[in-house]
């Protein structure tokens, strides 16, 4: 039973000066619990900003028609590592297979 997380690139915003370095990173993270993937499964939406201050003289800078999805990917690996969002979607896997006690609970009136 395990949790995986499938990361999707949904758009890329360029700068409009020409260079088409990417500035931003509009993704997908699709989180599935194989223990019940049609009821454990959550879909999430972030995007990442890009430092563009190098321009296309920046290290390992790779043109927008040669860019590859493992490329883009990489970019923001470490990001996407430290995001809120897989951690929030395995809690919410977590609450939906395990529901939280509930701190309050209405009880019938005792007369």
Do not use: C
Not at 5 to 14: P, S, Y
Not at 29 to 42: A, E
Not at 73 to 92: P, R
């Amino acid at each position: 039973m395990a949790i995986t997380h499938n990361v999707d690139i949904l758009k890329l915003t360029v700068l409009n000066d020409g260079t088409d370095l990417v500035s931003e990173i509009d993704v997908e993270i699709t989180s599935v619990d194989d223990s019940d993937p049609s009821n454990l499964t959550l879909t999430s939406y972030d995007r990442f900003v890009i430092d563009t201050s190098g321009g296309t003289s920046a290290a390992g800078f790779v043109s927008y028609g040669s860019l590859s999805e493992d490329v883009v990917k990489g970019w923001i690996s470490a990001e996407l590592a430290a995001s809120k969002m897989v951690s929030n979607a395995e809690k919410w896997i977590e609450n939906k297979k395990n529901p939280p006690t509930p701190i309050k609970v209405n009880k019938t009136l005792p007369w």
